[in-house]
Structures are given as C-alpha cells and as structure tokens.
DNA sequence: CAACGTTCGTGATAGCCTCTAACTAAATCT
DNA sequence: AGATTTAGTTAGAGGCTATCACGAACGTTG
C-alpha cells in the first residue's frame, strides 16, 4: 500500500502509524459505522493520547476521505483483477464478464457491508470528494464499460441512448456506443439497487435468500 | 398529524411542542444529515436550554425513531393516494399503477432526499426499528404487491420464483402468484437502485439527466 | 561527538455534544 | 386555596474534535 521501501526511517515509522490507525478505523466502521468513527477512541486503543493522532490525520474528515479512497481503490482492484481473469479463461462470452464483475462486487460489498456503504451509502451532504478519488470511480466506470461492451446490445434504441450519445464526458474517451453506456449504466444501478438495500438490512425479516434476488436480477440484467 | 381536537391543554401544548421540535430537525436534517442532527441546536433555535428537550423526547434515538417513522407514513399516504388516483382514473392498465408508484416515490424523494435516505439510506449498525414502523413498510409491500398484480407477468418463471413461493411470509396474507411476488422485489430494488444514486449525487458531475434514466430504468422494468 | 533543528507525544484547554440531577416557577387538579 | 404535576432553568459529568505550549526523543550536520 505505502511504499516501505524507499523511505527514511523516520517517513517508514510515520506511514506505519498511520496504517496502525486505519486499521483501527476499519475495525471500528466496521462494528459501529462511520458516523460513530472516533479519532479519540482509535488513539486509547493504540495507547495513546488523544491529540497524537492529529500529528498524523490533520483532523476526522481527513481520515475518512482515506478511508474513502482506500475502499475506492480496493474496490477497482478487486473489479480489475475479475476482468482480467475473465477476458483470459473464456474468449468472449457475451456477458460472463459482466455477471463476473457482478459477483465480484457483492463478494467484496459482503466482506464489509460498511465500507461499500462509506462509498455509495448515504453522503454527508457538505462533503466534495477530492479528484483523485473521482478518477478511482472513473476507472471503475471504464471496467463497467470494457465489459459491457462485449455483450451485444438486445434492445432497440432508446430515447436515453440519444441523450446519453450526446453527453458521454462522464465515459471519458471510452469508445463504446450509446447503447453500451446505457447498459453500463443499467448494470450498475440494478447491481446497487439489490446490494444495497441487502446490506441496509431490508431483506432481514424478509425470509427469502438475498443470493437468489441477486442471481434472478443479474440474469434478467444479462439476458433480457 | 397528532389529534389536538380531544385532549386536555397540557397534552395539546405537549403535542405542539413535540410537532414543532420535529420541524426543526427535519429542517436540519435537510441542510446537514442526519447524522448530525444536534438536540442542543434545536433548542437553541427553539429558544429554550438544551435539557429542556429531554421533556419531550427521552433521547435522540427516540427523535430519530419518529421522524423514521413519520418519514415512512408519509410515503405509504403519498403511494396511497398514487395507488388510488390510479385505480379511479383507467380501469385496468397493466403497469400503469407501478409506473404511477416509481414517478410517487421518485417526486416524494426529491421532495426531500434525505428524508429518503433516512429510511433507505445507511443504517446505524446497532439500531432495530420498532414493530410499528415495520408495520407501515409492510403495508408499502402490500401496494406494491397490488400494483404488480395488475401487470402482467412477461417472463418464464425463474428459479427465484420457486423459492418465493415456498417463503412468503413477507407478503402477508397477499394472494399474489410467486411471478408477481418477484415482480414486486424487481421492482423496488431497481427504482430503488436508480434513485439512491442519484440522491446521493454520484450521478452528478455525469452530464446526463437523471430523471431519463429513471425512465428507461421504469420502461424497462415494465415492458420487458 | 556535540549541537541543532525537526518531529513525536503529552497535558491543558476551549467549545461542542448527550444526558442526568436538583431546583424553581407555573399550570392544573382536588 | 392548597397539593400535585409539569415545564423550564442552571450545574455538571463525561464524551467528542481540535488547538496550543511544552518536554522528550530523534536524525542530521558541523
């Protein structure tokens, strides 16, 4: 993660320490959420003062936007490494790897339910992400596209295709056709839609295995 | 909201108050989250000294727990109405009753997004909504499910179908076939999947209109 | 090696928050 | 009118974020 490598002792200490608290935020956004994050009780648990921390994260919303932009990272990590396994085993199966990447994000949202939601849960309204990490997002959005690409377009244009070929910025220098970005777009919108309300909890009481809901809305998503 | 017509004084002084605390905090919320709802500020604005709250309201939990309570009656009364002004005008219209429901809940959302995200948004890990309040989600389940008992069902049966007939609970004592039980999960999660990204603002530095999406998201859950 | 500047961690402190407790004043009930 | 319930107050405990000043450890450099 941090290059421990190339580093004067003292910059080698300073990027363990700040791993130490990460870990620490993880393990308590875990269990409590990220709104209940501490800096306070991150820095007793470590067996430290309370200020100590602040020589490492200048305050609590720098740590969250790391937070943020470690789960951005890992999370496309996660998604490039699926889509390239994908494109290597099969040739091009029309929609294996978009229904790779879909399973790919559950399992990464289902290992820890709070740092899929520190992403695409509910945002602190005041809060701008920095550039850095809007370009995580778009390199996802581009692992969307590469896959959606490859299955063929079932259905006739719609009237979103026209409005989406005409403002495609957000598909950087994507070459895909309209009907791609809307399938792109479709994909991830059905995918969060299911995931997320199963992370809420909204499935809970509902007796039924949210795997199936999740498997039936990935096969309607790919072959209909 | 709160019946004012039949109690003592003090019960309608109490109610009042009680009803005008919550104003401010949905105001509040709205410019903030609610994450940092803050009785103290509240009472400030109120012009009284924080503790006097705690007369009125045991704790923020208990704050919190009715405006997610409020929050839900409003749109179970808002997709009510929606249900019943569509029933009167056309007979029978296949998807008519879900299309009016998604453009409902899309309008009621916007109305006030994070009072959407208060109910479908991040959960606090800990927090267990009361019996009450489920109740009125069930009852939002049962619109849907008459809603989606009136379109058709398009496709074979699918796997998922088998095992939502075997565990209905969640639906009551609704006489729905399993096609339509399925039809009523798809299409919460994908209105619900478009929407909470568009609230959440990931749709923003995009370019394109989120309403058309929204669109082609109902299109196509309704016609395919 | 010794002096120096940098960095780390500390306690003290301000200001915010939730929530409790003791007390006063007002309204209601008998 | 007197007794009781209730509304609101201030004081304060304990939590939080964040700043500041200070001493102690560290690395570098003459």
Redesign the pocket.
Known sequence: MADTGTA???ER??AQ?RAEIKEHAWQQIATTGASA?????I?KQM??????L???Y????ELITELIRDAYRSLADTLRSTAAEAAEGSGEEGGAGLAGLAHAVRDWALRDPQRYLLIYGTPVPGYHAPDDITAISSQIMTLLLDAASAAPPRHPESPLDHHLAARRAWAGDHPAPPAVLHRALSFWTRIHGVLSLELAGHFAGMGFDPALLFAAELDDLLTC
């Open positions: 004067t002792p003292r200490y300073r320490i994050l501490s800096l306070n009780a820095a067996g430290m003062s309370g200020p100590a602040y020589r490492y200048a305050n609590r919303d």
